[in-house]
């Protein structure tokens, strides 16, 4: 199994010897004294519609900057709120064309943009960020955590799947349960399997549709809990880290988080160290959230990082100084950052997924905007899916558990 990474979790005795770092392109021409301002109209371009690029497009709207959206379909959350709406799949070039025209920059809200778009626009002299470079790293799930574990990250033992064969070897290795991923585009615990045992190995390859579908195979890391950490990078390298927050899954998708996440400060100070080393590993430009995993021994695992801003740092919006959207917006125009700090004691954020098939309608809305101290967002999507992402509520308190008690009660009134 020449391919298995065997390695028991490095941990600690990793830390302080990343190696490979990528230097960014330090294209900054808008932080220095002589060009700090932008001339209007003033357009971001951004590869994909949905509510990650719909709530860029708020922060851009406060600095005067509008967008242009780009989606495959027509009507999009972003779209119904931006300057320019174009439609088109990632390597419809000609539309490509009229995205970035005249924009100061393009960046992307989902990572399943193909690297070769990107690569089309830096080839076409426009200005794109996180570059091709940051996503070919990280697109391929398995490719990343081989990185980040070479980069010197405390990563899990994983290992690529070609046969059933791959499987029960990692199992005789590793010890079952394992867990069965996508390499690409899964997100949200979509694409993912637990196997038990070998027997589990066929249904699961059909579920996931092996092999049309890559897969990577992963040793079951036990843990107590998730954690999270957004990170801006701007082009000159500039970091800003925010709080580490608790998340809380249901079904696989992020239900609630809490920042800052309680807990042994050391814990915490190394999820951030992990998180920061990371972006810095991949030469990232614009915000990042990378997901990790605390063992029942204290020890925190890198689970991954989406080059975008991510859901749990939306509570940021209201929850600290300068929102993940506008620190990516800064980041990928070549402005400088803001700060990160949290504006209370404490925030919770708790998603308000789809409850039914349909026409989307905002049902119990009175009754949410009726909390105080609620904030409420609603992303504006047409049709609701059962577990659609359709909003979130965040609010801050004294305590996590007085803002947990106020973002619930939003929350449970809102039926989307
Ligand atoms: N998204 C992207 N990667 C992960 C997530 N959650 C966001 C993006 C994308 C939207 O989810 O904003 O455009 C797609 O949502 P949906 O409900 O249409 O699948």
Redesign the pocket.
């Given at each position: 199994m020449s391919d298995l990474l065997t390695t028991p979790f490095p941990g600690e005795k990793r830390r302080g010897s990343w190696r490979g770092i990528v230097k960014a392109q330090d294209n900054n021409e808008m932080t220095g004294e002589a060009g700090s301002g932008l001339t209007y109209p003033a357009l971001l371009g951004v590869l994909?519609?949905?509510?990650?690029?719909?709530m860029t497009g708020e922060a851009a709207s406060r600095l005067g900057v509008e967008l242009a959206v780009m989606?495959k379909e027509p009507g999009?959350?972003?779209a119904r709120i931006a300057a320019r709406e174009v439609v088109g799949g990632w390597l419809d070039f000609d539309q490509l064309a009229a995205l970035a025209e005249g924009t100061l920059a393009v960046t992307l809200?989902?990572?399943?943009v193909d690297v070769a778009t990107l690569e089309w626009l830096e080839a076409h002299g426009f200005v794109v960020y996180p570059t091709a470079r940051t996503l070919a790293l990280v697109q391929d799930k398995y490719e990343q955590k081989r990185f980040m574990r070479e980069a010197g990250a405390p990563v899990v033992d994983c290992a690529p799947v070609a046969s059933v064969e791959d499987v029960e070897r990692a199992g005789a290795a590793w010890g079952w349960p394992l867990a069965l991923k996508g390499r690409h585009g899964s997100?949200?615990g979509y694409g993912n399997a637990t196997l038990r045992g070998p027997s589990d190995i066929a249904p699961a390859f059909a579920r996931l549709g092996f092999p049309a579908r890559a897969l990577y195979v992963e040793r079951w890391a036990p843990f107590t809990r998730e954690l999270a950490v957004m990170v801006a990078r701007g082009r000159d390298g500039a970091i800003a880290v925010y709080p580490v927050v608790e998340t809380v899954q249901r079904d696989h998708i992020c239900h609630i988080v809490r920042a800052p996440a309680p807990g042994n400060a050391a814990v915490i100070e190394r999820a951030a160290s992990i998180a920061q080393r990371a972006v810095e590993a991949i030469g990232g430009v614009g915000v990042f959230g990378i997901e990790l995993f605390e063992s029942p021994d204290g020890e925190v695992l890198y689970n991954e990082i989406?080059p975008?801003p991510?859901?749990s740092g939306h509570y940021t919006i209201e929850g600290c100084v300068t929102s993940q959207f506008e620190n990516h917006v800064r980041a990928v125009l070549g402005l400088p950052l803001g700060a990160t700090t949290m504006t209370a004691p404490a925030v919770v954020m708790v998603n308000t997924l789809g409850v039914r098939n349909g026409p989307a309608e905002a049902r119990g809305m009175a009754r949410a905007l009726a909390v105080p101290g609620a904030h409420v967002h609603v992303y504006g999507?047409l049709a609701s899916?059962l577990g659609?992402?359709?909003g979130h509520v965040t609010a801050l308190g004294a305590t996590i558990e007085e803002a947990e008690a106020t973002a619930r009660a939003a929350a449970d009134a809102l039926d989307l």
């Open positions: 994909g519609g949905g509510q990650l690029a719909r989606e999009s959350p972003a809200e989902n990572e399943f997100y949200d989406a975008r991510h859901n999507k899916r659609r992402k359709m």
